[in-house]
């Protein structure tokens, strides 16, 4: 409340949308926004989801996984922890390989980025996020409170990269 106070913004809006800060809002994303803050579908969207090819609307746009904004956030997060990384030990790569596709079957194991040295030297360790909906109406059926998601989240990760990690004697973080 104090940060909207003092920046003289207004309850739906946070922050003032400065160019500086990176909270600029072109035309066309103001439109929009204005429109779901009171309730009306924004102009100009797509009709099928460029991720997974359904049918869109907004909503489909909060939550599909892999096209709208789960994939940007995911890609974003995934950049900003690279950049963060590089800046700390440097030698990042992004989207490693952990583990080749065999054969016909397209099981090709990627993470998000890779480090070289954070847990153990000279070791390389793995990461790969997820983008959890912190208010997902599942969840909420389901009676699951975001933590124990989260930590499901992160099983089913380790599930995931373990023993490939531990064939190339490297580290998983997810």
């Not at 989240?153 to 380790?158: G, I, S, T, V, Y």
Request: net charge positive.
């Amino acid at each position: 409340m104090k940060r909207i106070i003092e920046g003289k913004a207004s309850s739906w809006l946070s922050v003032m949308p400065r160019a500086a800060d990176g909270y600029d809002l072109s035309a066309q994303q103001f439109r929009d926004r204005i429109a779901e803050r009171y309730g009306k579908q924004p102009l100009s969207l797509p009709s099928q989801c460029d991720g997974c090819g359904a049918d869109f609307s907004l909503q489909h746009g909060l939550d599909c996984p892999k096209g709208g904004l789960v994939k940007k956030g995911h890609d974003q997060l995934r950049d900003v922890c690279a950049a963060l990384s590089d800046l700390a030990w440097g030698g990042v790569n992004v989207e490693p390989i952990v583990k080749e596709a065999s054969g016909r079957v397209k099981n090709e194991l990627r993470a998000d980025f890779a480090v070289r040295g954070v847990w153990e030297e000279q070791k390389v360790a793995f990461f790969d996020n997820r983008i959890l909906h912190a208010d997902a109406p599942s969840r909420k059926k389901r009676n699951t409170s975001w933590k124990t998601a989260l930590n499901s989240a992160a099983q089913e990760k380790k599930q995931k990269y373990k023993t490939a990690c531990e064939e190339i004697r490297a580290s998983f973080t997810p």
